[in-house]
């Protein structure tokens, strides 16, 4: 069974444009390596499971979620958030 990856979505941009939505997600590492299709030559494989993302409102639902089902899960850290402070001026350098 592969290993699922349990990790933060932080969201494509600012809440209040609301792109992309924040939160948990578990995502599934497949155990088999892609392979180039004869006909087409696109990269795929024979595994469903590795492109299937579940989103989860918090940590202990996505960890609760994978221990039921008796998954093996990793969970990654949350990447440092970097601000970019600037004032409007900038905006015409």
């Known amino acids: 069974m592969a290993t699922a990856r349990i990790f933060r979505n932080p969201g494509l941009g600012s ?8 939160g948990w997600v578990v995502e599934w590492a497949s155990d ?3 392979h180039a299709d004869p006909l ?7 595994d469903p499971q590795a492109y299937v993302q579940m989103r989860f409102p918090s940590l202990e639902t996505a960890i609760d979620y994978c221990e039921r089902q008796g998954f093996t899960f990793v969970v990654q850290a949350e990447p440092p958030r970097k601000l970019l402070l600037q004032s409007y001026a900038d905006n015409f350098r």
């Open 40 to 46: 087409t030559g696109w990269a795929g494989g024979s």
């Open 32 to 34: 088999r390596p892609p």
């Open 15 to 22: 809440p209040v444009l609301q792109k992309g939505r924040p």
